[in-house]
């Protein structure tokens, strides 16, 4: 069983950052995959961007390549996404997933455990 907690949700102006973090139990967290995935009012869960197991590999959804950057510390056992110039269109409950086999992917049902979500809210 794999435990995840995000933290670092809040309320920005739009054009600031913020920066999630998701912490994870387990000894074998360094060889999971892990995404980030986010959810607006009624709208379904979407994918925002993921990471392999040892940070080779990262993937992001178009609308936030080039402001997002996921990036994970295993000794920390700790997944993270940096948000920077952030658009209202953000705005969302943020869930991080692990996916404990089978390689990195952008596809939500391929991510077995789920954290709580941590809301972003941004201010136009």
């Known amino acids: 069983q794999v435990q995840l907690v995000e933290s670092g949700g809040g309320l920005v102006q739009a054009g600031g950052s913020l920066r999630l973090s998701c912490a994870a139990s387990g000894r074998t967290f360094s060889s999971y995959a892990m995404g980030w995935f986010r959810q607006a009012p009624g709208k379904e869960r979407e994918f925002v961007a993921a990471?392999?197991?040892?940070?080779?590999?990262?993937y992001y959804t178009d609308s936030v390549k080039g402001r997002f950057t996921i990036s994970r510390d295993n000794a920390k056992n700790t997944v993270y996404l940096q948000m920077n110039s952030l658009k209202p269109e953000d705005a969302a409950v943020y869930y991080c997933?692990?996916?404990?086999?089978?390689?990195?992917?952008?596809?939500?049902?391929?991510?077995?455990?789920w954290g709580q979500g941590t809301q972003v809210t941004v201010s136009s």
């Open positions: 990471i392999s197991w040892n940070g080779g590999i990262t």
């Open positions: 997933a692990a996916r404990p086999a089978g390689g990195v992917t952008t596809v939500l049902w391929d991510y077995r455990y």
